[in-house]
């Protein structure tokens, strides 16, 4: 389809939002034309969740036009915006577990005879649409709970297509998925895109955009800075447009002086995992980890924090063997660790800022058995400023934070605990550009105050920009290190999968 020709199917232009003195939109425009896929992507505060909030319905413009097919609307609800076929898939799958197949996609369009549901045409027409749109025989009358993500994700584009959409609206569809998964995802996508219906595809993976995309919407500040065809501008450009840089900035440049060994480990094994794992971090040294899935560099990490407890093995902080067999135990001898997924298990989504960040440090700010309120917000609110943590309190809940600022609430509460040895453990998945250069650009602050640092990235491009050396897991065993001279993305991949195996040795 030429996209130039392809007469638009959503319309929003000039739209503008204000939250109190904060403009979260400014004369903003978002172009859909039938039939393509459309990327949407920008920094945390770009105004990417507004504006979609505002097409959903859930937030009144203070200005603008919006027209769906041709249409104008003066007052979007939601219903009002699904009768006009625009249907919304949710990161979270908001489906109900105990619900079949059939009953999900079909939930409040029930077929009915009489004031009966019409339980045989209902997985009948379910079993058709998932033949029709993604070639697929799921069995209709499965639980949603017993699916895998990927197929949940299936049931609630099904649900959609069920009620005629035109347009469908992706928000992140694939954070939780793998790469057989990401793959035929797009291959639905494409099949959709070629029966006329248009998709909105957000996402902080770049490649991903590049891969998927016909157009793409770049915004900055609240406005949209551009409208770009990623095949011709590539990656680059569009995420220099997104964070006003040059994609070469995104790595801040770092010159700090190597101390002494923080953290060794030697000979340390785990039976399944991992075997005869030495390696050494430096004051002020930031050391990659990688390695494929099931390579056990996961389970390296975890027992360096006290989750796994390994079956051989010393680990010693400062020149002194220490016994880890928990994070209390790994939290008494400084060691901080950012888990992979931040919303289960380094933050507490329901509790204040505040009570994150002082959460694992409560000694700081308590006499005589009393925690003292004052000290606790003059510390809280030095490492909100710190930080650059976007909220309007330090009361305010972790939940409704951006996913890049819910990891600095998770870094902040390692800085009140004064902690000296970092393993961060995939720090910046599923955040944007943005929030990925305050992140990196906070982890040299920290080697320059002389922490240790362990970074566990599966993104190569990551420990090449980051890393003062890198070292490589795989099937269980260290076997080799790249310095920053000679690590590159080929290289590294090429040991990670053992076609560059070197002997293994001490990593120091």
Same mark, same amino acid.
């Given at each position: ?8 199917i ?10 109190g003195?904060?403009?979260?939109l ?6 859909i ?13 770009a105004?990417?969740s ?16 919006i ?22 898939i ?11 197949v ?13 004031p ?27 639980l ?9 994700? $299936? ?20 954070a939780?998925?793998?790469?057989r ?18 998709? $909105? ?29 990623p ?12 964070i ?12 700090v ?8 480990? #030697? ?19 930031i ?10 560099v ?43 997924? #931040? ?29 003292s ?10 490492? $909100? ?87 490589? $897991? ?35």
């Open positions: 389809m030429q996209m130039d020709t392809a007469k638009p959503i319309e929003m232009q000039g739209i503008s939002k204000r939250f003195p904060v403009r979260a400014d004369d903003s425009n978002l172009t034309r039938k039939g393509t896929i459309h990327g949407l992507v920008g920094a945390n505060g105004g990417k507004t504006i979609i909030k505002v097409l959903a319905g859930i937030l009144k413009p203070d200005s603008g036009m027209r769906i097919d041709g249409k104008e609307i003066a007052r979007l609800t939601p219903a009002l915006v699904e009768e006009l076929g625009v249907h919304f949710h990161q979270d799958r908001l489906l109900v577990p105990t619900a079949t059939s009953e999900a996609i079909f939930l409040r369009h029930e077929p009915k005879i009489g009966f549901l019409n339980l045989r045409l209902m997985r009948r027409r379910a079993a058709e649409l998932l033949k029709r749109y993604f070639d697929l025989e799921l069995p209709v009358d499965a949603i709970q017993d699916l895998t993500t990927a197929q949940q994700k $299936i049931v609630q584009i099904t649900r959609a297509l069920s009620q005629e959409a035109k347009v469908l609206v992706l928000d992140e569809p694939t939780a998925l793998v790469k998964e990401v793959d035929s995802l797009f291959m639905v996508l494409r099949r959709l895109r070629s029966d006329g219906i248009s998709v $909105i595809f957000i996402s902080h993976y770049m490649q991903e955009i590049d891969e998927i995309c016909d157009e793409v919407t770049v915004m900055r500040n609240g406005t949209d800075v551009g409208v770009v065809d095949r011709k501008v590539g990656i680059a450009q569009i995420v220099a447009m997104m006003n840089r040059d994609m070469g900035e995104m790595y801040p440049a770092r010159t002086a190597i101390g002494a060994p923080m953290l060794e480990v #030697r000979n340390l094994t785990l039976r399944g995992g991992f075997r005869d794992v030495s390696l050494t971090v430096r004051s002020g040294e050391v990659g980890l990688t390695g494929l899935l099931g390579s056990g996961k389970e390296l990490v975890q027992s360096l924090f006290g989750l796994v407890k390994p079956d051989a093995g010393s680990i010693l902080i400062e020149g002194r063997e220490v016994e880890i067999g928990s994070p209390v135990q790994a939290v008494g001898h400084s060691i901080a660790m950012l888990p992979e997924d #931040r919303r289960a298990h380094g933050v507490a989504m329901g509790l204040s800022i505040a009570d994150n960040i002082a959460l694992a440090s409560l000694g700081r700010y308590a006499k005589a058995g009393f925690v309120a004052r000290r606790e917000a003059e510390i809280v609110d030095g490492l $909100i400023k710190d930080l650059s943590i976007k909220t309007p309190s330090r009361h305010s809940l972790v939940k409704n934070l951006s996913g890049g600022n819910q990891q600095k609430v998770a870094i902040a509460k390692w800085l009140s605990c004064q902690s000296r040895i970092y393993v961060l453990d995939e720090p910046t998945v599923a955040v944007d550009v943005g929030a990925k250069v305050e992140i990196y650009t906070l982890m040299n602050r920290l080697a320059q105050q002389g922490a240790a640092i362990l970074l566990m990235s599966s993104e190569l491009e990551e420990l090449v920009g980051m890393c003062d050396r890198t070292l490589v $897991i795989y099937r269980g065993e260290l076997i080799d290190e790249l310095d920053r001279s000679e690590a590159d993305s080929d290289t590294l991949l090429a040991a990670a999968s053992g076609a560059a195996r070197k002997p293994a040795r001490e990593f120091a």
